[in-house]
């Protein structure tokens, strides 16, 4: 079974709750680097945390909540290795993985209910990369342009 890391900030925090739960329920190992309470922090330091774990293979893929998802996203996207996608939809949680071969799922607790996150997480999950010929260029050039920066 997949190893997921997990991590929000307080924005984030009682969604993360939930989808972890639902993530061990489902039988996934799951990390979670926190946050730990609702009290305020800092998104980036969440998302480096997932990031840096997906990069060491120490985790499948990554899921961030924050209050929009944008934060997270942003701040992943800085690690190189990693493909963050923002996820509001049913169609953007499977194209991101079929297409993109994205690695992290971010979502925004002040944007989505728990029960879209908690669906959009399992297409996320249950949806495996195309393969196609197309999408390989494609990432191979997003590889390229996030280690020339
Ligand atoms: C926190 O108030 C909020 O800015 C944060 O959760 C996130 O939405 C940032 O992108």
Known sequence: MERIAIG???AGF????????????RGYSVTDVGTFSDASCDYPDYAVEVANRVV?????????ICGTGIGM??????????RAAVVGDAFSAEATRSHNDA???CMGARVIDVEKAREFLDIFLDTPFSEGENHIRRIGKLERSQSEQ
Request: charged fraction near 30%.
């Open 73 to 82: 996203s942003m701040a992943a996207n800085k690690v190189p290795g990693i």
């Open 56 to 64: 060491a293979k120490e985790a499948d893929k990554g899921v961030l």
């Open 14 to 25: 009682e969604m993360k709750e939930i989808l972890k739960q639902h993530l061990i329920d």
């Open 103 to 105: 690695n992290v799922l």
């Open 8 to 10: 929000s900030d307080h």
